[in-house]
């Protein structure tokens, strides 16, 4: 079982998770130094002290090429779930360490203790890792988090040269606007070799014309882009002309094969 390359945990629907042993679980981890693929999933299951002793035992294993990890709360199970800034830097540190990795997947959706600092700690960490090709960021309701968090995450994002796919969703985060909308925008222009694209901030309503003109501009220059996927639903002000403007630079991205934009 040392040996182990790859792990694939669903504690999804387990509402009872916390009286169902996870030292044992960190405990475990920390025997699988070879591991190159991870994956845990416990939509919400799990709280910010036993979050902390899970992320803990990854210390020892820096061989990770791809990191699957979702913990944010299920709606239909609600959720025992308090993970906060302090675990999310604390996973920040560790995820420093993987020198190699490739994929990275994490969803901490609907937690609203998550603020600007933990994506901060979280974008300053991730500023040695220039090898993913694959992102996943889901903060989706994290209500807390504003444009200061968006713009340092960008700054991380915009060196990453290699990625090829792209997936942020922001959606319900009321506090976002046009200054994160148009660090990102400034951010993608870095990002030659991306092939996809997923960006869902509907309802960030003080997103208004200003960001969202930005972004189009920003896309034009992409283009390697393949698929490209946007929601920005109920933002703030958006005239037709800049909605219609999307499609138009989209459809003429010379390797465009697949493209949904709901504005």
Known sequence: MTSLKSLDLNFGECQRIRSLGNPSLAQSLRRFARLQNIALNFRGQISDQ???????????IRSLQDIYLNFGKAGHLGGVSDISDKALEKLSL???NFMNLQKLHLDFSSLNQITDKGIQSLAQSLKRITSLRSTTLRFEKCSSITNPGIVSLSQWLGKLTWLKSLMLHFAQCPNIGDVGIKGLSEALENLNCLQRIDLNFGECKKTTDVGMKRLKDSLEKMTSLQ???LCFIFIGKITQKTKDGFSQVISNLPSIQKKWVML
């Open 50 to 60: 036993e979050f902390q002793k899970l992320v803990g035992s990854l210390k020892k």
């Open 227 to 229: 698929r490209v996927d």
């Open 94 to 96: 560790k995820l420093k």
